[in-house]
């Protein structure tokens, strides 16, 4: 296997799992919203917000996959000579926004589940909602975080 392709694998990697804990998570949402909006219609909107939070983890993977792709000009049509070691590195470097996409995406879409029944009961709930849900954002942009900087700091 070759470098590049090592690298790419991790692109691939983290576009892969951060995008499936997205969908995993919206879908948790979703499912939940439209028992909400079968019976309160009029709520759309909020429920729609809160439905649409786990999907960043998908764009944060992205961005991890598209890091590589720009580091390796892929899109410039020179593909950089790495080395086995910056491939791997690239590769590693994508695993935080990797994992903590596929995971935290899921678990947010069980929280903004949860608080789309408490958003059911009274509407007044949607702020506190939003933030439980957002709490759990934090890891998957702390996930980013390190992949940003693991970038950064790889030379090809």
Known sequence: MSAVAIAIAGATIS???G???SAVGVGLAGLSGAGVISEKPELFGKVLLIQALPGTQGIYGFLGGLLVIFKLGLFSGEVAAIS???G???FFACLPV???GLVSGIYQGK???AGLHAVAKDQANVGKAVIMAAMVE???VIGLLITL???AFIEV
Request: aromatic share 16%; glycine share 8%.
């Open 15 to 17: 576009v892969f799992l």
């Open 19 to 21: 995008g499936a804990g």
């Open 84 to 86: 086995m070691e910056t």
């Open 88 to 90: 791997w590195l690239l």
């Open 98 to 100: 990797a994992i903590t």
């Open 111 to 113: 929280v903004a589940a």
């Open 138 to 140: 934090t890891y998957a």
């Open 149 to 151: 900087l693991l970038w």
